[in-house]
Nanobody, 114 residues
Framework: QVQLVESGGGLVQAGGSLRLSCTASRSNFNNNIMGWHRQGPGKQREFVASISRRGTTNYGDFVKGRFIISRDNAKNTVYLQMNSLKLEDTAVYYC????????WGQGTQVTVSS
């Protein structure tokens, strides 16, 4: 079972940027899809972004070019660069790993203030 540890969340003003990181404990990091979901207050969890081992990316419709997902296979780490943050981006961001079985990190809080 893989363990996922997220970091990089925090408080940022609207229009600012944050970079989230998620490091996986697995050794076969290359053979999976990793990504992020988020859950805002009073909202359902929604898809943010994903990246395959070959670097193919997908984004939720709301991202609109503001976020960039990337991965460093040598470090077993996936990143989410978030720019032009909006109040509605406030949420707990969860990293996931999917090699046929989806596993989740504990989540990291992102709070965007006005």
């Amino acid at each position: 079972q893989v363990q996922l540890v997220e970091s990089g969340g925090g408080l940022v003003q609207a229009g600012g940027s944050l970079r989230l990181s998620c490091t996986a404990s697995r050794s076969n990091f290359n053979n999976n899809i990793m990504g992020w979901h988020r859950q805002g207050p009073g909202k359902q969890r929604e898809f943010v972004a994903s990246i395959s081992r070959r670097g193919t990316t997908n984004y939720g419709d709301f991202v609109k070019g503001r976020f960039i997902i990337s991965r460093d296979n040598a470090k077993n780490t996936v990143y989410l660069q978030m720019n032009s943050l909006k109040l509605e981006d406030t949420a707990v961001y969860y990293c996931y790993d999917n090699d046929g079985v989806v596993q989740w990190g504990q989540g990291t809080q992102v709070t965007v203030s006005s």
